[in-house]
């Protein structure tokens, strides 16, 4: 009898289910919601105290002048977007169970209807497109926006209004990034889009940025929370317009994907030590025993 045989069968069952264990092989679903909330901060001296929220477009920016619109003012420019993920929370739960499921990507999805590099907007409270480096970080305060004036409207919060001078200048929301959490930093290339592009048919530049994944945005999507992010120029180059919710058919979106079962566990260094003689052993061998032989 071959009881190699059966022996190299029941190690593979051994590993295999060792692996699964670590790896989470289950199919991954895909959830998105568009933008509750969102604004830009300008330290333009005519806008540094203004609501941004409803312009139609938000702006990353570095410090930059606009001298082609008429503006010498060197300007820096970032972005505030806040997603509710309660209907996230609520499909991933239908789909795997209530809690049954982790987050295994997030991506933010923004467009932009002027993309062309030097080609600057049809409105001179932005400055003139250019590629080069942003971040986003991901911050807790959700409270910068009031839910039932956002949305469509356009609008934050009244008062106190979120303006540059009020997260930069001691005002109200001097604390408002306080304990943020970096997801990473991208380039933005510029592109073809000049304003005239039809965004209603989605075709105004759309970007995915793939973001880390921070535990406590993490957490806040399992509990069906706000999510704010904070954009912002990472060099001295880049000038990034992003459609805002009051841009029709170009509205600020995130993709949440998710499997079922508690989050993949990495797998121990000791495992390793087993696992790595066991494959070994299963490979393909030269020898074969028949009944009655003699080993050497």
């Known amino acids: 009898m071959n009881t190699l045989r059966f022996k190299q069968a029941e ?5 295999g289910a060792v692996l699964i264990g670590y790896t989470g092989l289950a199919a991954a679903s895909t959830l998105s919601v568009e933008a509750t909330a969102d604004t830009f901060l300008t330290n333009y001296a005519l806008q540094a105290d203004s609501d941004m929220s409803s312009y139609g477009a938000m702006m990353i920016s570095s410090p930059q002048a606009d001298l082609v619109q008429g503006i010498s003012q060197v300007r820096t420019m970032e972005n505030l977007v806040s997603y509710n993920s309660a209907s996230i929370k609520s499909g991933f739960d ?4 209530a809690g049954n499921w982790h987050v295994t990507d997030v991506q933010l999805k923004w467009y932009t209807n002027f993309d062309v590099q030097g080609v600057p907007a049809n409105n001179n409270q932005f400055n003139v497109p250019h590629a080069g ?3 986003v970080s991901y911050f807790s305060n959700d409270s910068w926006f009031n839910p039932a004036t956002a949305g469509p409207t356009g609008l934050t919060v009244s008062t106190p209004k979120v303006t540059w001078n009020s ?6 929301w001097s604390s408002l990034f306080s304990g943020q959490q970096a997801l990473g930093t991208f380039y933005y290339p510029t592109g073809n889009s000049n304003g005239t592009t039809d965004c209603v048919s989605q075709q105004c530049a759309p ?4 973001l880390s994944l921070d535990a406590t945005m993490v957490a806040d999507i399992m509990a069906g929370g706000y999510l704010s992010f904070h954009g912002y120029a990472a060099d001295d180059q880049v000038v990034y317009l992003v459609n805002q ?5 170009a509205h600020p979106q995130i993709f949440v994907s998710a499997e079922a079962g508690p989050a993949a566990v990495p797998l121990p260094g000791a495992a390793w030590l087993f696992i790595g ?13 028949t009944a009655g032989a003699v080993r050497a």
């Open 94 to 97: 239908s789909q795997f169970g």
């Open 11 to 15: 190690l593979a069952l051994a590993v």
């Open 133 to 135: 480096y942003f971040g």
């Open 167 to 172: 997260v930069y200048n001691g005002g109200a």
């Open 277 to 289: 003689p066991a494959l070994s052993f299963l490979g393909p061998t030269k020898r074969k025993f």
């Open 245 to 249: 919710l009051t841009k029709p058919g």
């Open 207 to 210: 970007r995915y940025w793939d």
